[in-house]
């Protein structure tokens, strides 16, 4: 059974850091691997995906990598702000959407 | 891009009453939509996956006779809580997937529908 975790839990930081997220999955046989944001009380906003015979994606501040072997993701946030506080979401897609625990980020000024 | 709309965006319900949330595919056609739950801090659960014209696919621990899914078309799904109770609150997320239709295929997610039963 896939089992997806993410480190840390929470998370609490000043404006200005580079902050990493890291995702693990159990079963690497995953076709993509997605970063998502959840703000309180909203749905989903959609980060990045990669595909399994990719490496990494990037867009803007964030910079997302995958070691499919060895069952990891991370996100990479440059220069953190207050706008990115939310909670940040992995999913890896088998033959269904699993997603991970969530890290919960709070950027203070 | 795709939007994936619900209704209601929020509902509170008495206890004993069966309460039905909508998710509709807005600018795309969608054979499969999936519904999640997410409890209080905790992630996103799957509850069923629903395929347009068949029976919904529960996950273990779904009970199928309280969460009813219907899927009659290909923009709208809709699942049913059925003689709801304090534990089922909850926030309901549905997401779609296009026509194209593999596992690989981009899920579109809907805003979320909150659920409270007093």
């Known amino acids: 059974k896939q089992e997806v975790t993410q480190i840390p839990a929470a998370l609490s930081v000043p404006e200005g850091e580079n902050l990493v997220l890291n995702c693990s999955f159990t079963?690497?046989?995953?076709?993509?691997l997605q970063w998502f944001r959840q703000d309180p009380g909203k749905g989903l906003t959609s980060l990045l995906l990669i595909q399994s015979s990719q490496r990494e994606q990037t867009s803007g501040r964030l910079n997302a990598s995958l070691d499919k072997s060895s069952g990891r993701s991370t996100l990479y946030i440059a220069a953190s702000q207050p706008g990115d506080s939310a909670t940040y979401l992995c999913a890896v897609t088998t033959d269904k959407l699993i997603f991970g625990t969530g890290t919960r980020l709070q950027v203070f000024p | 891009g795709a939007v994936v709309s619900q209704h209601p965006s929020r509902v509170i319900c008495k206890s004993g009453t069966s309460v039905k949330i909508e998710c509709r595919s807005l600018?795309?056609?969608?054979?499969?939509m999936f519904w999640y739950r997410q409890f209080p801090k905790q992630s996103l659960m799957l509850m069923a996956t629903?395929?347009?014209?068949?029976?919904?696919?529960?996950e273990q621990g779904v009970e199928k006779d309280k969460f009813l899914i219907n899927h009659a078309s290909l923009t709208l799904s809709t699942l049913t809580v059925t003689s709801a109770h304090p534990e089922d609150s909850s926030f309901y997320i549905c997401?779609?997937?296009?026509?194209?239709?593999?596992?690989?295929?981009?899920?579109?997610f809907g805003p979320g529908t909150r659920l409270t039963v007093l």
């Open positions: 600018d795309f056609q969608a054979t499969t």
């Open positions: 079963d690497s046989a995953i076709y993509n």
């Open positions: 997401s779609a997937r296009g026509l194209a239709g593999g596992p690989t295929d981009t899920q579109y």
């Open positions: 629903s395929n347009e014209g068949s029976k919904a696919t529960y």
